[in-house]
């Protein structure tokens, strides 16, 4: 997939993370359905180890970038001190197929499969180029946390 500035959206408008573990920079698409991230990948990354982004950080970025689909609802006025709890409740299946390195843009896709209230269930695939990286069925919890 081609990366077109013009369209990006900067995540940290759907999701609470920051760094150190905000590991997805920017939304390509999104609908209420399906979201398309991209991540560029530091040497200095926590999850970088022997130039390699190693599979907890796979994960850790495809959930975030699933989160997305549902945390666009807690976050669509910026302005809004609104804070949220969600984690990965289950990961159905996972297959993790290669390592990209430090200094690689990986782009990830996750797509809605089913959804009650705020837990749901996503399928979502990651890719370097056309290679694809990492491909599995994650359900999550989202909520906002209230002061």
């Known amino acids: 997939m081609k990366i077109r500035e013009d369209?990006?959206?900067n995540i940290h408008n759907f999701l609470p993370h920051r760094e150190p573990m905000l590991m997805a920079d920017y939304i390509l698409e999104l609908?209420?359905?399906k979201v398309v991230t991209s991540f560029d990948i530091k040497e200095d990354n926590i999850f970088v180890h022997h130039n390699k982004f190693v599979e907890a950080g796979l994960i850790e970025n495809l959930a975030q970038t699933c989160s997305s689909i549902l945390?666009?609802?807690f976050f669509e006025n910026?302005?809004?001190?609104t804070k949220v709890i969600g984690f990965?409740?289950?990961i159905k299946?996972?297959?993790i197929f290669a390592l990209p390195k430090a200094g690689d843009t990986i782009i990830s896709k996750a797509e809605l499969i089913s959804q009650f209230e705020n837990i749901c269930h996503i399928f979502c695939e990651t890719f370097y180029n056309d290679e694809l990286?990492?491909?599995a069925d994650i359900n999550l919890f989202i909520q906002e946390v209230k002061s």
């Open 7 to 9: 369209n990006m959206i």
């Open 31 to 33: 609908t209420q359905e």
């Open 71 to 73: 945390g666009q609802s």
């Open 78 to 81: 910026p302005e809004a001190d």
């Open 88 to 90: 990965i409740t289950s």
């Open 93 to 95: 299946k996972i297959e």
């Open 133 to 135: 990286l990492i491909r």
